[in-house]
C-alpha cells in the first residue's frame, strides 16, 4: 500500500533562518506531489506541484521553493523565513488513476518567531 | 468573490440530528467536486466525492447543482465523532486531467453536541 511521511512534524525558527521540509512516497511510482500550505482561518493554498522529477510548478510568488531530486522525494525548501510564513504545511500525492483523491502527509507545523 | 466559499461556522448539533452545509463555486467550467474531513491539527482526507446525480454513503449525502453552482453535503443521525472541519474541494482543472487545480473551502466547523 502506498504511505506519505513528511518531517519535521513542528517546529519554530526564527524570522531569516532557513527552512527544508521534506516529503517522501512509498508503494508508488510517478506520483503527482503537492506542497499545500494552510494559515489559519484560511483555506488550504497550493503552493508547488510536480508532474515528475525536477518538474515544478509554482502557484503563488513568494520566498518559497521546491525540488524533486528523485520520483518520490518532495522538498519545500526557503533562504531567510518571514513571519508570513508561519502555517501548517501539506504535502500531498496522487496518480492520474485516481478520481481526484489527494492523500496528504501528517503536515508540518511552522511557527517563525 | 471566493472561487469556492463556505460558512465557516461552528454549527453546534445535538447528537442524532441532521445538519446540512452548502459550499459555492465560482467557475462554471469546474469538472468535479469533493467534500474532505480534516479533524483538528490531522491532515485532510476523502470524505466522498461529489457526482452529478448526488450520492449516498451511508449517512452521508452529497449533491451537486451545476446551474446554481454550488454542493451540499447532509449528515443525517449524527454521531460525536463527526465532529470535524469539512472542506469544500473544487476541481477548476479544464481537462479534468491533473489535480493541480484543486481549490478548497476554508472549511466548516462542526461540533457534534452529546
Known amino acids: 500500500s502506498q504511505t506519505i511521511h513528511q518531517w519535521p512534524a513542528t517546529l519554530v525558527q526564527p524570522v531569516g533562518s532557513p527552512l527544508s521540509l521534506e516529503c517522501t512516497v512509498e508503494?508508488?511510482?510517478?506520483?503527482?506531489l503537492y506542497w499545500y500550505r494552510q494559515a489559519a482561518g484560511r483555506g488550504l493554498q497550493l503552493l508547488f506541484y510536480?508532474?515528475?522529477?525536477?518538474?515544478i510548478s509554482s502557484e503563488v510568488p513568494q520566498n518559497l521553493s521546491a525540488s524533486r531530486p528523485q520520483d518520490r522525494q518532495f522538498i519545500l525548501s526557503s533562504k531567510k523565513l518571514l513571519l508570513s510564513d508561519s502555517g501548517f504545511y501539506l504535502c500531498?500525492?496522487?496518480?492520474?488513476?485516481?478520481?481526484?483523491?489527494?492523500?496528504f502527509g501528517e503536515g508540518s507545523r511552522l511557527t517563525v518567531l | 468573490r471566493k472561487e469556492v466559499e463556505q460558512d465557516p461556522g461552528p454549527f453546534n448539533v445535538p447528537e442524532g440530528a441532521t445538519v446540512a452545509f452548502n459550499c459555492t463555486y465560482s467557475?462554471?467550467?469546474?469538472?468535479?467536486f469533493f467534500w474532505y474531513r480534516q479533524d483538528c491539527r490531522k491532515e485532510p482526507k476523502l470524505l466522498m466525492s461529489?457526482?452529478?446525480s448526488g450520492n449516498e454513503d451511508g449517512r452521508f449525502t452529497a449533491q451537486l447543482n451545476r446551474a446554481s453552482q454550488y454542493i451540499s453535503l447532509l449528515i443525517r443521525d449524527s454521531k460525536l465523532s463527526d465532529s470535524a472541519t469539512y472542506l469544500c474541494?473544487?476541481?477548476?482543472?479544464?481537462?479534468?486531467?491533473?489535480?493541480?487545480?484543486?481549490?478548497f473551502g476554508t472549511g466548516t466547523r462542526l461540533t457534534i453536541i452529546p
Open positions: 510536480s508532474v515528475g522529477i525536477g518538474q
Open positions: 467557475n462554471s467550467a469546474s469538472q468535479s
Open positions: 500531498a500525492w496522487t496518480s492520474l488513476i485516481n478520481t481526484g483523491e489527494l492523500f
Open positions: 461529489v457526482y452529478s
Open positions: 474541494v473544487v476541481n477548476m482543472s479544464p481537462t479534468n486531467f491533473g489535480n493541480e487545480k484543486l481549490t
Open positions: 508503494g508508488t511510482s510517478n506520483p503527482n
